[in-house]
C-alpha cells in the first residue's frame, strides 16, 4: 500500500482521521462461515482483521493470506470460522485531501539465515579496538549488516564501546569486522576493550522512512509484541530482542504510523548522515529493496557538506547505478552531475575497484559500489580531513 499517514494536520478542509472499531462472534458470518459484513465500515488502507487476537494477514490464500477485503464493509476469509471464534475489525478512516495516505506497512518472512543468526549463542572474550571501530573475535561468523547486541564491554582504561545495539559495516576477515551505530554513523570511543566485549547476535530489519518519533506495531505470526522488550526501535531499523524465538517461515509485521512524508514508495532515503575522516557509510544494500533482490538500477542523489554549519565546503551529485549481488566487476557507477568545492568532486569507485575507505584518494569524497555472495552494497566514503554531513535518496529503482 505504500506510505500512509495518520495525521493530526487540520488544513483548510478540516483534514482528520477517525478510528472505527466492531467486534463480531464467527456465528454472525455468511456464505459457510466465510463472510462477515462489519458493523463499522472501513478504510481499506488501514483496516486490521483480529481472529481470537492474533492479527491476521489481508490476501489471498495462495499469496499467503487470510481474508480479503471488498469496497467498506464486506470481509472475505480464505478459511472458513468457527461460530465461537471471536473477530475483532479495527481501522483508521482517513478524511485528508492534503495527506491522503496513513499508514507504512513492511513484512518479512523469517529465512533460515536469519533464524540460525538469531539462534546463536551468546559471544565472549571478544575485543575492540578504537582506533578502527574494528571488533575482533575468532570465527566471528559476522556479514554486512548483521547487527549485534554488545552485553557488556570492560575497557583498558577510560571508557570503550558501550551497551548497545551495532551493526557491521565491513568485514576485514574471519576475526575482524568494523561497526557503526545502529543507524550507521561512525563510533567515537576514547579506548581500547581487551577480550572483555560480550554480545549476542540479534535479527534487526531495515524499515527505510521509519523515524524513532512514529508510533509501531509489530507483530510476529500475529501477536503483537512489547516495545523495549520484545523489541526495540532505531532510526529505519527494528531489532528484535535475543529472548524473542523466531524460526524460518515465521511472518513479521510491521505498522508505523507518522504524521508527515518521509519517503514514496519505491525510493530510499536518509538525511543527517555524519560521516567521520577516513571513514564510511552503507547507504544502500541489495536486502533495502527486498530479500530476494539480485539486481538493481537506479537514480541516486547524493549530497554533504562540512559537520561545521558556518563552514561553506559542500557537494551535490547525481548519479547512475547498476548494482549486482556476487559480482563486483558488473557493478557500475556513472556520474551525471556534481557541483561544490570539496576535494577534486565526487570520486567513483566501481567495477571491483572498492573494498575500504583507503581505496579513496585523501582529500576526497566518494562513492564505492561491491558485492559479495551475500548482496551488493553502496557506501559514501570520506577522506575530505574532516567531518561532513551528508544525504542520499535513490529514485526510479528497477528493483
Not at 488544513?11 to 466492531?22: E, I, P, T, V, Y
Amino acid at each position: 500500500m505504500g506510505i500512509k499517514f495518520i495525521s493530526g494536520f487540520r488544513g483548510l478542509d478540516n483534514a482528520k482521521q477517525h478510528l472505527r472499531r466492531s467486534t463480531h462472534l464467527g456465528s454472525e458470518t455468511t456464505s459457510s462461515s466465510t463472510v462477515l459484513s462489519p458493523s463499522e465500515a472501513f478504510d481499506q488502507q488501514a483496516c486490521f482483521v483480529y481472529l481470537n487476537g492474533a492479527m491476521l494477514r489481508e490476501g489471498t490464500s495462495g499469496a499467503g493470506g487470510d481474508y480479503v477485503l471488498s469496497g467498506t464493509s464486506t470481509i472475505t476469509f480464505n478459511t472458513a470460522v468457527a461460530d465461537t471464534d471471536v473477530i475483532e475489525v479495527i481501522s483508521y478512516a482517513f478524511q485528508n485531501p492534503t495527506l491522503p495516505q496513513t499508514l507504512k506497512e513492511v513484512d518479512h518472512v523469517v529465512t533460515a539465515t536469519n533464524s540460525a543468526a538469531h539462534a546463536t549463542a551468546r559471544v565472549t572474550n571478544g575485543d575492540f579496538t578504537t582506533a578502527t571501530d574494528t571488533l575482533i573475535k575468532g570465527s566471528h561468523g559476522l556479514v554486512v549488516g548483521d547487527v549485534i547486541n554488545v552485553i557488556s564491554a570492560t575497557a583498558t582504561s577510560g571508557t570503550t564501546i558501550t551497551a548497545g545495539r551495532y551493526k557491521v559495516l565491513t568485514v576485514t576477515d574471519a576475526g575482524n569486522v568494523v561497526l557503526t551505530d545502529i543507524d550507521g554513523t561512525a563510533l567515537a570511543f576514547a579506548n581500547n576493550s581487551d577480550a572483555d566485549v560480550t554480545y549476542d547476535v540479534v535479527f534487526s530489519i531495515s524499515v527505510p522512512g521509519l523515524a524513532v518519533v512514529n508510533h509501531v506495531m509489530l507483530y510476529l505470526n500475529g501477536m503483537l509484541l512489547v516495545e523495549n522488550t520484545d523489541y526495540f526501535r532505531d532510526q529505519q531499523q527494528i531489532t528484535l530482542d535475543k529472548t524473542v524465538n523466531i524460526a524460518t517461515g515465521h511472518q513479521l509485521a510491521i505498522r508505523s504510523f507518522g504524521s508527515f512524508a518521509l519517503e514514496r514508495e519505491a525510493e530510499k532515503q536518509g538525511t543527517g548522515i555524519t560521516i567521520v575522516d577516513d571513514a564510511q557509510n552503507l547507504i544502500l544494500r541489495n536486502t533495502d529493496l527486498s530479500a530476494s533482490n539480485v539486481t538493481a538500477t537506479f537514480h541516486l542523489q547524493i549530497s554533504y557538506r562540512h559537520v561545521t554549519a558556518t563552514n561553506d565546503s559542500y557537494q551535490i551529485a547525481n548519479l547512475f547505478v547498476r548494482a549486482e549481488k556476487a559480482v563486483p566487476a558488473d557493478c557500475y557507477i556513472h556520474i551525471i552531475s556534481d557541483a561544490g568545492n570539496i576535494g577534486a568532486g565526487l570520486e567513483i569507485l566501481d567495477e571491483d575497484a572498492y573494498s575500504a575507505a583507503s581505496d579513496l584518494t585523501d582529500g576526497n569524497v566518494g562513492v564505492g559500489i561491491t558485492a559479495d555472495a551475500n548482496g551488493w552494497y553502496v557506501y559514501l566514503v570520506n577522506r575530505a580531513g574532516f567531518s561532513v554531513v551528508a544525504g542520499f535518496k535513490a529514485t526510479a529503482i528497477s528493483g
